[in-house]
């Protein structure tokens, strides 16, 4: 999946929510901004 957040501590409080969460094996992967977004407020 992909999150779109503002931070970690974002991503963390989604991710540690999640019903299955103590049995996930979780990865992450940080994503920069596509140089084309159309969207203006994503930095």
Same mark, same amino acid.
């Given at each position: 999946?992909? =999150? *779109?957040?503002? *931070?970690?501590?974002? +991503? ?5 929510? +999640?019903? +299955? =969460? ?8 940080? +994503? ?7 969207? *203006? &407020? &994503?930095?």
């Amino acid at each position: 999946s992909i =999150f *779109d957040v503002e *931070d970690n501590a974002e +991503l963390q409080e989604i991710v540690s929510n +999640l019903p +299955l =969460f103590p049995w996930m094996e979780i990865h992450v992967k940080p +994503l920069c901004r596509h140089p084309s977004s159309i969207r *203006d &407020d &994503d930095s």
